[in-house]
C-alpha cells in the first residue's frame, strides 16, 4: 500500500529494492529498455577472489533447470571479475540479481561501429598549394618534438581497441610478434560477429582484412604508421607520410567483427586485457555510448588508471551538429581524457574531375556500390541549366529534369534544403542517367554526399561548378574524366575545430572534452578490402573524425611517454592540457568554448617541455546554484630558479542551446556562440601582486616550490531565466622565463541545472523543424496527451477514444537516468483489478505514430536525448500512438511486465515521469512530473 501511493506521486521508477529472501545484487549503468541495449542480455560483476566468473554462473543456472542461458564473454584478473551472458527463453531478470556473491549486474549496451566522416573537398579547390610532408605535425608541435628533442614514441606500448589491424601492411610493418611494429592482440570476436553470443569466436590474431572501413588500421597508422620511405609500387603512397609516434609498440586488441555492433562487456573485457598485458596507452575511438559514466567500460577506465596508470585515451564523438551535451561512454569516463577534433590544414582527396584539362579534387558518394574507372570520361547534361546557374537555388534535381540525362551523367548544383543528395541521385538513376554529378554552390566545407547505391557519384567544389556552367551557357559539350590519384590540397579551417567534433559538458557539468588532437582529414593506412571498397588508388585514405583525433593524441602521448618516463596518469593529462592551444572559432577571433574544445589543440613540444605543471588542468564550475566561493590552482615550478609567472583570465565563447521562453534544445545551427554572459574572474591569493591595468597579477614561484593560487568566479546575471548558459574562459600563466604560456580552462552554467524541466513544455523549435506537417493547428509542442490530431489541449473528462487511438508527445529536453509515463485509473471502484491488472496503475504502451512500430512500454532508463537535426528524419520517440493497451506494473522488480493488455473504459490520468539532473532517483522532489487533466478512456 506504501508502495502504491509512493507511486502515485512518483510513479513506477524505483531503484532496485533489497529483497528479504534472495541476496540481490544492484544494478547499475543503462538497463531495460535503454534504446542501445542487447535485450536480456547481462554484464555481471564478481570480487576479485572469483577467478572463475564463468563457472560461478554455470552453478547459478544450474539452480534453475528451466533456465537457459549463452555465455558471452568472462574475464579475471588482478582488477576485475566478470562473466556476461544471454538469457535464453524468457527474460527473468531476478534469477540475475539473485547470483549469489556478485557486486552488481548490469544490461550489456549495444556499441556502434564508428562511422567517420567522409569528406575530402577543401574550400578552395584552384589555389596553389606547396605540400610539405608532415605538415600535419606543425599544428601540434610533433615535428618540433620529434626533431628538437628526437622523440619517436621508441618503445612504449599503445593499445588500440578497434575493429583490428590490417598489420601486413609494410606501413605498419608488416606483420606481428616481438620484432614488429604490432608486438602482440586479441580478437575478441571474430569475423563474423553478429552481437549474439553463439556468434563470438575469440582468438589471438586482431587481423582485419574485411571490414569496409578498416578503421583500426587507420587509427594505427595515425599513432605509429610511417609511409615515408616505402619503395614498393604496391604499397608507395603518393603523399608520403608518418604516424606521430613511428616507433611506438602497437598491442591490437579487436572488438568489432568485419561488420556491425560490439557490445559494452567486449570493450570492457579489452580494457582489463590491454591493462593486464601492461601497456602504457590505450586508445579507444569508439564512441555513442550511453551518456552517463556508470557504464562498465568507463568504469574500467577510471579502475586501469588508477590501478596502473595507464593514460587512457577515447574520442568525444562525431555528433557535433547535434548541439551541447553529447559527451557517452567510455570517453565520459572521469579520469580518462576525452578528445575533441580539429581540422587539418590539408586533405588528400583520391579522386579528381578533369573538366577541359583543369583537375578539380572530388569525392564519391557514401552509398555508391559502383565506381566511375580510372580515366572514365563521361558527359555532362544539366539536369536544369537554369537551376544550377543559380547560386541560391535549393531544389537542383528534386523535381523534373529540363533535359534528357538518358545515358549521360546528370549534372546538379548543390544547395541544401528541398531534397537531399540520396533523393537527387536516385531521381538521375531513374530517369536513366549513368552517373550523378554533384557540384557544390557554396565554398562550404565538411560535407559530403550520400548518394544511391546504384550509380557512381561525384561531388565536385564551386569552382568546378562554375567552370561547368560557364561551358554549358556557352552551348559547348562538356565532358568529365575521372581520375584516381592522390593528391594534397590547403584547407581553410586547419587548425580549427572541426564541425564534426561532439561538445560536452557531460551531464553532471564536467569538464568534457579535455583537449583536441587533429582528426578533421587526416592521410592513414587502410586495408587492401577496404581500400577496394572504398575506391581508393591506393592503401591509404583521407578520414575524418573524433576517431583520428584521439590517436593522434595517444600518439603524443607516446612521446611525453618517452621523454617523461612513467609518472602518473594524472600529471600527463595535465601537461596536455597546460600547454594545448585554445583557438578561435573558424573564421572569428571568438575563442571556441572550453565545452567544445576543452583546453585547445594538443602541443607535444609544449607538453613534453615544460618545467611548470598547474593543477588540477581544469575548473568544472558547476552551475551558479553549486558554484564554490573560490577554487583553488596549484603551480609548481620544476625549473632551477625561482620563476615568476603572470596570471591572466581570458573569456572564451558562451554556448547557449535553450532559446529563450523555448525549452527544447536547438540543433547546432541554432546552438548560439556568443561573446556575453562572461564571469568575472577574480585572483584572490595574496602571494599574489596587485592587479596590472591588464588585469595581470604575478606571483612568485621558488624553485622546485607550489603555490596555490585562489580564484574567485562571479557568473554574470544577465542570462535569461531558463537558457542556461555554458560560459567559460582560459586562465593563462606566462612565466618570465621563456614567455611560455600555459592555460586552465574553466567552464560553468549560469541558472540552475536541476530544475530545468525534463519534459517540453513550450517548443516552437521543433515545431518548426519537425513536428509543423503532423502537429496541426499548434502553436508550440508540448509533452502531453492529445485525443486528435488538432493537438488541442484536453479538458476536463474529454473522451479519449482508444479505437481511434490518441497521440502522446514526450518531449525530453535533456538526457535523463531514467523516465516512463503511466496511467492510473481515478475511478472509485477497482475497474483495473478486475480486468487482470495487479494494481490501479500500468505503464502505457505506445506505438510510432509515423510508421506504426510497436515501441513497447513507455518506460526507458537512460533516457538519450535524440538528435533534430534539421535533415534527419523524424525521431521515433517524439510523438506516440496510444490505443489503450498497458503494461502491468510489477511489484517485484518494479519493471513493465511482458505483455500489455487492454485497459478497461473509465477515468485516467497520464502521467509524464522523468528524472531531473543531479536527481536522486528516491527523492519525489528530483522528478520532473507532468500530470493530465482526468479523462474518459472510451472504445
Ligand atoms: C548470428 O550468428 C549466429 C551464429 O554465428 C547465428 O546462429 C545467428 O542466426 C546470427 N544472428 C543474426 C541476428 O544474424
Ligand atoms: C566527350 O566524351 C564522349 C564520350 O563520352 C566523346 O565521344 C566526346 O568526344 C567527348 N567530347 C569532348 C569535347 O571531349
Ligand atoms: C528549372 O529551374 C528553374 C529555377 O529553379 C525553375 O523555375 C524551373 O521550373 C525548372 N524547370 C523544370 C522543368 O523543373
Ligand atoms: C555539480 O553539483 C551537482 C549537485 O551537487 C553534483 O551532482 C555534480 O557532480 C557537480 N558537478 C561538478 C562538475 O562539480
Ligand atoms: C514559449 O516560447 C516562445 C518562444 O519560443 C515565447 O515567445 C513564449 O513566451 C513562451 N511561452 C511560455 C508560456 O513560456
Ligand atoms: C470510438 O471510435 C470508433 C471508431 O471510430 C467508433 O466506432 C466508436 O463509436 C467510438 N466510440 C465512442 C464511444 O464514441
Redesign the pocket.
Known amino acids: 500500500m506504501q508502495l502504491l501511493s509512493l507511486l502515485a506521486t512518483l510513479g513506477a521508477a524505483l531503484g532496485v529494492a533489497a529483497q528479504d529472501d534472495v541476496f540481490r545484487a544492484p544494478r547499475t549503468g543503462a538497463p531495460e529498455g535503454f534504446d542501445g541495449i542487447i535485450p536480456c542480455t547481462f554484464f555481471v560483476e564478481f570480487p576479485t577472489s572469483v577467478v572463475d566468473p564463468a563457472a560461478e554462473v554455470k552453478n547459478h543456472f544450474a539452480k534453475y533447470p528451466t533456465a537457459k542461458y549463452a555465455l558471452r564473454t568472462s574475464f579475471s584478473s588482478d582488477l576485475i571479475s566478470f562473466a556476461s551472458f544471454e538469457l535464453k527463453g524468457q527474460c527473468d531478470e531476478d534469477i540475475v540479481a539473485s547470483i549469489g556473491g556478485a557486486i552488481h549486474y548490469q544490461a550489456v549496451t549495444v556499441r556502434a561501429p564508428p562511422v567517420p566522416v567522409k569528406d575530402v573537398n577543401p574550400l578552395k579547390s584552384g589555389a596553389p598549394f606547396v605540400h610539405k610532408q608532415d605538415q600535419i605535425h606543425d599544428l601540434t608541435g610533433v615535428n618540433k618534438a620529434r626533431n628538437e628533442l628526437g622523440l619517436t614514441g621508441k618503445g612504449v606500448k599503445v593499445a588500440v581497441i578497434d575493429s583490428g589491424i590490417y598489420y601486413l601492411h609494410p606501413a605498419l610493418g608488416g606483420g606481428i610478434g616481438p620484432n614488429f611494429k604490432v608486438v602482440k592482440g586479441h580478437d575478441f570476436v571474430g569475423n563474423s560477429f553478429n552481437g549474439t553470443a553463439e556468434s563470438i569466436q575469440e582468438s589471438d590474431d586482431p587481423l582485419d582484412n574485411c571490414s569496409d572501413v578498416s578503421h583500426g588500421t587507420h587509427v594505427t597508422g595515425i599513432i605509429a604508421g610511417d609511409a615515408r620511405d616505402i619503395k614498393d609500387p604496391k604499397w608507395a603512397p603518393k603523399v608520403p607520410f608518418s604516424g606521430v609516434a613511428p616507433d611506438a609498440r602497437i598491442y591490437g586488441y579487436r572488438v568489432f567483427g568485419c561488420q556491425g555492433l560490439t557490445g559494452g562487456d567486449i570493450i570492457t573485457k579489452a580494457i582489463y586485457m590491454a591493462a593486464k598485458d601492461g601497456v602504457d596507452i590505450i586508445n579507444m575511438s569508439l564512441g555513442g555510448g550511453p551518456a552517463f559514466n556508470d557504464e562498465s567500460d568507463s568504469l574500467a577506465v577510471d579502475k586501469v588508471v588508477a590501478a596502473q596508470q595507464i593514460v587512457v585515451l577515447a574520442s568525444s564523438g562525431n555528433s557535433g551538429s547535434n548541439g551541447p551535451f553529447a559527451t557517452g561512454s567510455p570517453a565520459n569516463a572521469k579520469t580518462g581524457i576525452s578528445v575533441a577534433s580539429f581540422d587539418n590544414g590539408e586533405t588528400y582527396p583520391h579522386l579528381g574531375g578533369i573538366i577541359e584539362g583543369s583537375t578539380y579534387p572530388a569525392s564519391l558518394s557514401i552509398a555508391e556500390k559502383v565506381h566511375l574507372q580510372d580515366g572514365q570520361t563521361v558527359e555532362l547534361v544539366a539536369w536544369n541549366l537554369t537551376a544550377a546557374a543559380d547560386p541560391n537555388n535549393i531544389s537542383d534535381g528534386c523535381f523534373k529534369p529540363s533535359n534528357d540525362v538518358t545515358g549521360k551523367a546528370a549534372f546538379m548544383r548543390w544547395g541544401a534544403g528541398v531534397c537531399g543528395s540520396v533523393a537527387r541521385c536516385t531521381n538521375a538513376y531513374k530517369a536513366g542517367a549513368i552517373a550523378c554529378i554533384i557540384a557544390k554552390n557554396k565554398p562550404v566545407d565538411n560535407f559530403g554526399i550520400t548518394g544511391y547505391e546504384k550509380i557512381p557519384g561525384m561531388l565536385l567544389p564551386q569552382e568546378a561548378g562554375d567552370h561547368i556552367v560557364r561551358l554549358m551557357q556557352a552551348g559547348k559539350t562538356v565532358n568529365v574524366t575521372a581520375t584516381y590519384q592522390v593528391f594534397a590540397y590547403g584547407q581553410s579551417t586547419g587548425g580549427t575545430l572541426s564541425s564534426f567534433s561532439s561538445p560536452g559538458l557531460d551531464l553532471e557539468l564536467n569538464l568534457k572534452p579535455e583537449i583536441a588532437g587533429i582528426g578533421g582529414n587526416v592521410l592513414s593506412t587502410i586495408s587492401p578490402h577496404s581500400a577496394e571498397h572504398e575506391g581508393s588508388p591506393e592503401p591509404y585514405i583521407d578520414m575524418s573524425g573524433t576517431s583520428m583525433s584521439s590517436p593522434y593524441t595517444a600518439g603524443v602521448v607516446a612521446l611525453l611517454i618517452e621523454k617523461r618516463g612513467k609518472i602518473p596518469a594524472a600529471s600527463f593529462k595535465a601537461y596536455l592540457m597546460n600547454n594545448a592551444k585554445p583557438a578561435p572559432i573558424y573564421n572569428t577571433s571568438l575563442t571556441h568554448s572550453p565545452s567544445y574544445q576543452g583546453a585547445g589543440l594538443v602541443d607535444a613540444f609544449g607538453a613534453a617541455t615544460a618545467q611548470t605543471i598547474v593543477t588540477p588542468p581544469g575548473l568544472a564550475l558547476n552551475d551558479t546554484v553549486n558554484i564554490k566561493n573560490q577554487y583553488t590552482i596549484k603551480i609548481t615550478n620544476n625549473y632551477k630558479v625561482d620563476v615568476t609567472y603572470a596570471l591572466q583570465a581570458k573569456t572564451a565563447a558562451t554556448s547557449t542551446q535553450y532559446l529563450s521562453g523555448d525549452d527544447f534544445p536547438e540543433d547546432q545551427s541554432g546552438t548560439l556562440l556568443t561573446n556575453d554572459q562572461h564571469a568575472t574572474v577574480t585572483f584572490l591569493s595574496n602571494t599574489c601582486s596587485e592587479e596590472d591595468t591588464t588585469g595581470t597579477k604575478t606571483v612568485l614561484v621558488r624553485a622546485g616550490a607550489s603555490v596555490d593560487v585562489d580564484i574567485q568566479f562571479t557568473p554574470s546575471a544577465l542570462a535569461p531565466a531558463g537558457n542556461l548558459p555554458v560560459y567559460g574562459g582560459y586562465i593563462s600563466i606566462t612565466n618570465s622565463i621563456d614567455e611560455s604560456a600555459l592555460s586552465v580552462p574553466y567552464v560553468g552554467m549560469i541558472g540552475s541545472w536541476a530544475e530545468k524541466p525534463f519534459w517540453s513544455r513550450n517548443s516552437t523549435s521543433l515545431l518548426k523543424q519537425w513536428l509543423r506537417t503532423l502537429v496541426k493547428g499548434a502553436q508550440t509542442a508540448t509533452t502531453g496527451l492529445y485525443a486528435d490530431t488538432s493537438f488541442a489541449p484536453l479538458v476536463a473528462n474529454d ?1 479519449v ?1 482508444a ?2 487511438g490518441s497521440f502522446v508527445l514526450a518531449i525530453p529536453t535533456y538526457t535523463s537516468r531514467q523516465a516512463s509515463v503511466v496511467v492510473q485509473y481515478v475511478g472509485g471502484d477497482n475497474a483495473m483489478v478486475a480486468s487482470g491488472f495487479s494494481s490501479n496503475i500500468a505503464y502505457i504502451k505506445l506505438y510510432d505514430a509515423v510508421s506504426g512500430d510497436d515501441q513497447g512500454p513507455a518506460y526507458w532508463q537512460t533516457f538519450q536525448r535524440t538528435s533534430y537535426q534539421k535533415a534527419q528524419g523524424l525521431p521515433a520517440n517524439l510523438l506516440y500512438l496510444w490505443t489503450g493497451r498497458a503494461y502491468d506494473f510489477d511489484s517485484k522488480s518494479k519493471l513493465p511486465s511482458l505483455r500489455s493488455q487492454a485497459l478497461p473504459a473509465g477515468n485516467f490520468v497520464m502521467r509524464f515521469m522523468g528524472l531531473k539532473n543531479f536527481g536522486d532517483i528516491t527523492k519525489p522532489a528530483d522528478w520532473d512530473v507532468l500530470e493530465t487533466v482526468p479523462f474518459t478512456l ?2
Open positions: 473522451a477514444n479505437t481511434d472510451v472504445y
